[in-house]
């Protein structure tokens, strides 16, 4: 089985501040990770992904975020906030050794970047 | 771009009523999917779908669900008889079959009130 967590409901921070959104997953094999934002009333909308090589992978936005193995974590990253980051993220995972493509979600963090 | 397209953006029903909601997906995307997510609640996985037949499917996904794909380009949730906690916000998901590493595109979603 596969799990995703994210310790934190929400994440304050103030524009301009460096921001660190926490996730942690559990897979038996090795995991594909993924990182996807949502808007008020909006559909999940793709950030960024780990699949293999490079532990820091870069996204859309500015944002980044490491995988490290050891503490099986991959936590969402970026340098300097912006008001319009204020959304809901949520972290997901798939086990590559799994036959399907099947996503488990996290169960999400509200980032709000106040001005 | 093209993206995910989800009908209706809101549906109320009366509690044991039929509900269908529609999805077109992206053109050359071959797997489909579909989530629900309560609301203040973690996005969860309903199930999978590819060749015209179920890949997988969550313990959520039990008979009152079915899925069908009626033509080239539509991809359907059926509930039988809807119950209160089938209140959600439903998004379906869609992915390129030439991108083994489970990036998902979402739809907007469609938001169920059962009364």
């Known amino acids: 089985a596969q799990s995703v967590a994210q310790p934190e409901d929400q994440v304050n921070v103030a524009e301009g501040n460096p921001l660190t959104v926490k996730c942690t997953y559990s897979?038996?094999?090795?995991?594909?990770l993924f990182w996807y934002v949502q808007y008020p009333n909006r559909g999940l909308q793709f950030l960024l992904k780990?699949?293999?090589?490079?532990?820091l992978v870069k996204g859309s936005y500015g944002f980044e975020a490491e995988f490290n193995k050891s503490q099986t974590s991959f936590h969402l990253k970026k340098p300097s906030a912006l008001v319009s980051d204020s959304a809901l993220y949520f972290c997901?995972?798939?086990?590559?050794?799994?036959?399907?493509?099947?996503?488990?979600f996290g169960k999400g963090t509200m980032l709000l970047v106040s001005p | 771009e093209p993206e995910v397209t989800q009908t209706p953006s809101h549906q109320v029903t009366q509690m044991g009523q039929e509900v269908i909601l529609r999805c077109v997906p992206i053109?050359?995307?071959?797997?489909f999917y579909w989530y629900r997510q309560i609301l203040g609640q973690k996005v969860e996985f309903l199930v999978s779908?590819?060749?015209?037949?179920?890949?997988?499917k969550s313990e959520i996904f039990d008979d009152q669900f079915s899925v069908e794909r009626p033509d080239g380009s539509n991809f359907t949730l059926k509930i039988r008889s809807t119950k209160l906690e089938d209140s959600a916000m439903y998004f379906c998901?869609?992915?390129?079959?030439?991108?083994?590493?489970?990036?998902?595109?979402f739809g907007e979603g469609s938001r169920l009130t059962v009364l």
């Open positions: 998901a869609s992915r390129d079959p030439g991108l083994n590493t489970g990036e998902l595109f």
């Open positions: 897979v038996s094999g090795n995991p594909y």
């Open positions: 053109s050359n995307h071959l797997y």
């Open positions: 780990y699949i293999t090589g490079d532990n």
């Open positions: 779908f590819y060749n015209n037949e179920i890949s997988e």
């Open positions: 997901a995972v798939r086990d590559r050794n799994s036959g399907y493509s099947t996503l488990t």
